[in-house]
């Protein structure tokens, strides 16, 4: 039996090794609280800087159990982890968010269905399963479209543009046997993000509402707050709270958007964890997303999500960014943040610099270029 809210020396359970996780943990030591780490990779960034790690496959059901057996609650970083392993280990001990919040973003026709009938407007799509499936739904939604697999997909993989009927063919066959879905093309103005947190009371904070721009299909800034007209903002923070309330969330969750070119808002993604998009809030803000999360889970109250600063997160990725580091750490006003990763892949992210900005000041691209100073020639 777990007691809420969990006392200072508790241990919360965090499924995943990564950055997300490492950040959780740092949060949660904070609070008094020590971070049991599950993970298949030795050397985690995670594990780093937890009280303890279990190495084991997300698959091994005797490791799971007594990973569970040892920790007070379970939250997790990583949204891969099967749904299964995640039951298994909510019959031992609370898992939070619930997995089923977690099969639902796993799946993206399981979580458009969701989001309509939640009444959280998405752009139009249809499920996939045969090449008739793709050529009917082309017909319906019209082109451009983008098809892409339901499962596992991340950062722009497992998609393909379709322009042309013609298209169509090729496009199927590169995704095709996986489960796909169409989606009808957004000609988005810009794309944004909204972290909410909800307690077991139903208690429910949002941050503010952010940009999201990226590069090579990979996060490369978020702009906090979003550049743009109030009510968008307003807008997409009641859709992630009606989200949050329908889903019925204990935990963190992040929802990701797009804004068309008439203002509309329509909600593209879910991720109940720490996101991305979040990380600036561990400089603006009195309270992080990391924060936020550990104490949903924990059971403690949940302070107002506000913004003591305006800020821009730039993400140090693959190797001809992170070889700034030297640099990056010398330079006033870049606050860093490293992963403690090795191996410096292309497409990896390895850390992150945040730039704070006095509340409302938030510069424009030249502006941010200049505070950026040597991280601003891949930017702008
Ligand atoms: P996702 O994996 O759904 O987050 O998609 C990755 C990126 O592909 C998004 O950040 C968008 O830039 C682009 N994208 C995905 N879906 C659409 C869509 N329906 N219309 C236009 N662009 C899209």
Redo the contacts with the bound molecule.
């Keep these: 039996m777990t007691d809420f809210p969990l006392p200072p020396n508790a241990t919360i359970g965090i499924v995943g090794g990564g950055q997300l996780g490492r950040m959780s943990a740092m949060a949660a030591a904070r609070l008094g609280y020590r971070c049991h780490i599950y993970t298949p990779e030795p050397d985690a960034p995670a594990s780093q800087v937890a009280f303890r790690t279990t190495l084991a496959d997300y698959d091994d059901t005797a490791a799971l159990a007594r990973f569970a057996d040892s920790v007070d609650v379970i939250t997790f970083e990583f949204e891969n982890v099967s749904f299964e392993g995640l039951s298994l280990l909510a019959e031992h001990r609370p898992v939070l968010p619930g997995p089923e919040i977690l099969r639902i973003s796993q799946d993206r026709v399981a979580e458009k269905r969701f989001l309509n009938s939640a009444c959280i407007r998405t752009?139009p799509w249809a499920q996939v399963e045969t090449l008739a499936d793709l050529r009917s739904a082309m017909s319906h939604l019209g082109l451009p479209a983008?098809l892409?697999t339901t499962r596992l997909?991340?950062?722009?993989k497992g998609?393909a543009l379709i322009r042309a009927p013609s298209e169509a063919e090729l496009a199927y066959s590169l995704l095709h046997p996986k489960p796909l879905i169409l989606?009808?093309?957004?000609d988005?103005s810009a794309?944004c993000s909204t972290i909410v947190a909800r307690g077991k009371d139903g208690r429910a904070v949002a941050f503010d509402t952010v940009e999201n721009r990226?590069r090579n299909?990979i996060l490369d800034l978020t702009l906090a707050p979003a550049p743009f007209a109030a009510e968008i903002r307003a807008e997409a923070q009641s859709m992630a709270l009606r989200i949050a309330e329908h889903i019925d969330l204990v935990g963190l969750l992040a929802v990701?958007f797009?804004v068309d070119a008439n203002g509309a808002v329509l909600a593209?993604?879910i991720a109940p964890r720490p996101h991305n998009s979040g990380h600036w809030t561990i400089d603006a803000c009195p309270v992080s997303q990391f924060e936020m999360q550990i104490r949903a889970v924990a059971g403690l109250f949940l302070p107002p999500a506000i913004r003591h600063s305006d800020a821009v997160m730039k993400n140090l990725v693959g190797p001809d960014e992170i070889v700034l580091w030297p640099q990056i750490v010398a330079t006033p006003g870049l606050i860093p943040h490293h992963y403690g990763k090795i191996h410096a892949r292309p497409g990896r992210k390895l850390g992150h610099v945040n730039v704070l900005f006095p509340y409302g000041s938030l510069p424009g691209q030249f502006g941010i270029a200049a505070a950026l100073g040597v991280l601003a020639p891949s930017t702008i």
């Design positions: 752009t983008v892409k997909g991340y950062d722009g998609q989606e009808a093309f957004v988005f794309e990226h299909h990701e797009f593209n993604e």
